[in-house]
C-alpha cells in the first residue's frame, strides 16, 4: 500500500460533492467502475495547493469494464442518466472492454490493464464507492506522483510524441505551479 493512501482516501471521503456523485454512479451498477481521470487528479492537485474552489472540469470521466456488452449506445444511455440525477452535462462513461479498438491496442484484460495504458501515471488513478461505503481505488502506478507533483508518462503507453503534444495543449503548468513534467 503507498504512503500517500490515507490522506489520499480522507480527501475523498471529506468532499461531500465527490461522496455524492459516487453515490449517484454506484446506483447505475455498472460492472466495475470507477470515476477516474482529471475528476480524481485535478482536485487531489487543487486542494494540494490550496486552491478555495475546484478548477473547473472539462469531463468527468466514469469508466468501467464489461466485455460482454460494448454498445456505445449504452455508454450514451448512462452519461444521460447521470446528467438527469446531478444537473451537470460533462459526464464521461466508457467501457473500457472496447477502448482498445480507437486505441490500436489489443483488447485489455481487465480495467486495471486499461488504465494501466492510460497517457499519463497521474490520469490512472480511480475510485468507486462499494455497497458497504468502503472506497476501492485504483491506480496501477500509485499515488505518489500525484502528491509528489510528478507528471510522467505511463510506462505501457508507448507514443511519446502524442504524450508531448497533449501536455503542451493541456498546459497544467500554469494552473498548478508546483507541477514537475517529465
Known amino acids: 500500500m503507498t504512503r500517500y493512501m490515507d490522506p489520499f482516501l480522507k480527501l475523498i471521503r471529506?468532499?461531500?460533492?465527490?461522496?455524492?456523485?459516487?453515490?449517484?454512479?454506484?446506483?447505475?451498477?455498472?460492472?466495475?467502475?470507477?470515476?477516474?481521470?482529471?475528476?480524481?487528479?485535478?482536485?487531489?492537485?487543487?486542494?494540494?495547493?490550496?486552491?478555495?474552489?475546484?478548477?473547473?472540469?472539462?469531463?468527468?470521466?466514469v469508466i468501467y469494464f464489461d466485455p460482454n456488452i460494448i454498445d456505445e449506445a449504452l455508454e450514451k444511455e448512462y452519461e444521460q442518466r447521470l446528467i438527469e440525477a446531478t444537473g451537470l452535462t460533462i459526464w464521461s462513461v466508457k467501457?473500457?472492454?472496447?477502448?482498445?479498438?480507437?486505441?490500436?491496442?489489443?483488447?485489455?484484460?481487465?480495467?486495471?490493464?486499461?488504465?494501466?495504458?492510460?497517457?499519463?501515471?497521474v490520469t490512472a488513478v480511480g475510485v468507486r464507492l462499494e455497497e458497504d461505503d468502503s472506497i476501492t481505488v485504483l491506480s496501477p502506478y500509485g499515488l505518489e506522483d500525484i502528491f509528489e507533483y510528478r507528471v510522467r508518462r505511463s510506462p505501457k503507453f508507448k507514443d511519446e510524441a502524442y504524450y508531448r503534444a497533449r501536455m503542451n495543449k493541456k498546459n497544467w503548468i500554469s494552473i498548478w505551479s508546483r507541477l514537475e513534467i517529465d
Not at 453515490?23 to 460492472?31: D, F, N, T, V
Not at 492537485?45 to 490550496?50: F, P, Q, R, S
Open 14 to 61: 471529506t468532499n461531500e460533492d465527490i461522496m455524492k456523485d459516487l453515490s449517484i454512479i454506484r446506483e447505475l451498477k455498472l460492472p466495475d467502475w470507477y470515476v477516474a481521470a482529471g475528476y480524481i487528479r485535478n482536485y487531489i492537485w487543487d486542494t494540494l495547493h490550496e486552491f478555495p474552489d475546484r478548477t473547473p472540469l472539462n469531463d468527468i470521466d
Open 95 to 121: 467501457n473500457q472492454a472496447r477502448i482498445h479498438i480507437q486505441n490500436g491496442d489489443l483488447p485489455y484484460l481487465s480495467i486495471e490493464d486499461a488504465v494501466s495504458q492510460w497517457p499519463e501515471t
